[in-house]
Structures are given as structure tokens and as C-alpha cells.
């Protein structure tokens, strides 16, 4: 049987700015196949993990992970706020984030 993946692939795009200040509490988050402002919903209250890789292993793993929340939506194109335990670094702008599936509403 294959693994189930129970979260769906996103995209860190950056922080929540205007034309001269950017505020770096608040990340901007393009999720695959959502494509609407409606579609959004879904996900509003889930969980996001951005996984990266360190040096050094702690805990006999070198995998860290930043946890979030996804807040709300931002513009009519699927792209949904999201606020981190700790503020994202600017070098995961463009990388893969994880939106989870939990935890439902449903």
C-alpha cells in the first residue's frame, strides 16, 4: 500500500507588504489546486509546517520544523495568511510548505 499523505503542498510567496513596509509576522502562502477566494475556506484554521534541514542533529534528527496557522485569506486568487510560531526566514521565500489536514472542521 502506498503512504498517505495527509497534508497538501504549498508555496511560501513572502510577507505581507505594501509599496515600502513589509510586515514579517504575517507570511503569504500560495496553496496547490486552490485557486479561488472560496476554495480558501477550507483551509482557514489548519496547520502549516515549513520543514528545513540544520547542521546539526538534535534529538538524532536533522530535520527542524516552524509551525503555523492559517488565518485568512488574502486576495480572490486561493493565496491565505498565515502566522508562524516564529517568523519565517527571508531564504524560505519560494520553498515548500506543508498545509496539514488537520485540524477539520468537517
Known amino acids: 500500500a502506498q503512504p498517505v499523505r495527509l497534508y497538501s503542498k504549498a508555496a511560501f510567496i513572502g510577507f505581507k507588504r505594501s509599496k515600502s513596509n513589509q510586515s514579517e509576522q504575517q507570511s ?8 479561488t477566494r472560496d476554495e480558501t ?8 509546517a515549513y520543514v528545513y534541514k ?16 492559517v488565518t485568512r485569506p488574502h486576495g480572490n486568487s486561493g493565496v491565505v495568511k498565515a502566522k508562524f ?3 519565517l526566514p ?3 521565500m519560494g520553498s515548500a510548505l506543508r498545509v ?3 485540524p477539520s472542521a468537517i
Open 41 to 48: 475556506a477550507y483551509y482557514l484554521g489548519k496547520k502549516v
Open 28 to 35: 503569504l502562502v500560495k496553496i496547490d489546486g486552490v485557486n
Open 90 to 92: 527571508a531564504q524560505a
Open 54 to 69: 540544520g547542521q546539526k542533529a538534535i534529538k538524532g534528527s536533522k530535520f527542524r520544523v516552524i509551525w503555523g496557522n
Open 85 to 87: 510560531s516564529r517568523n
Open 100 to 102: 496539514m489536514m488537520y
